[in-house]
Nanobody, 123 residues
Framework: QVRLVESGGGLVQPGGSLRLSCAASGSIRSINAMGWYRQAVGKQRELVATITSGGTTTYADSVKGRFTISRDNAKNTGYLQMSRLKPEDETVYYC?????????????????WGQGTQVTVSS
């Protein structure tokens, strides 16, 4: 069973920084794309940033220049460095990953979500 666990959320003042982590565990062979999403109450989940296994990144226009996605393939961990945070960045952030894992009858790729971590931007 594969699990994604986010950490690093919390309270930060406007203009401040936070670093989110997403640690994958289980019978993992490799991880393809990883991404970070966020979802405010009553709104659709939106893409924040993605990164391929080779390191190619994409960002939502709203976070370009402020957020940086990265990963450590050896640790099966992804990161989201968030800088110059704004009140509108406040919400729950979710990690997502396409994981190739061993299922008992062979390897397969499945998509997984973390449980989410709250980011609060307030003075």
């Amino acid at each position: 069973q594969v699990r994604l666990v986010e950490s690093g959320g919390g309270l930060v003042q406007p203009g401040g920084s936070l670093r989110l982590s997403c640690a994958a565990s289980g019978s993992i062979r490799s991880i393809n794309a990883m991404g970070w999403y966020r979802q405010a109450v009553g709104k659709q989940r939106e893409l924040v940033a993605t990164i391929t296994s080779g390191g190619t990144t994409t960002y939502a226009d709203s976070v370009k220049g402020r957020f940086t996605i990265s990963r450590d393939n050896a640790k099966n961990t992804g990161y989201l460095q968030m800088s110059r945070l704004k009140p509108e960045d406040e919400t729950v952030y979710y990690c997502n990953a396409d994981v190739i894992s061993y299922s008992g009858s062979g390897y397969r790729q499945l998509n997984y979500w973390g449980q989410g971590t709250q980011v609060t931007v307030s003075s």
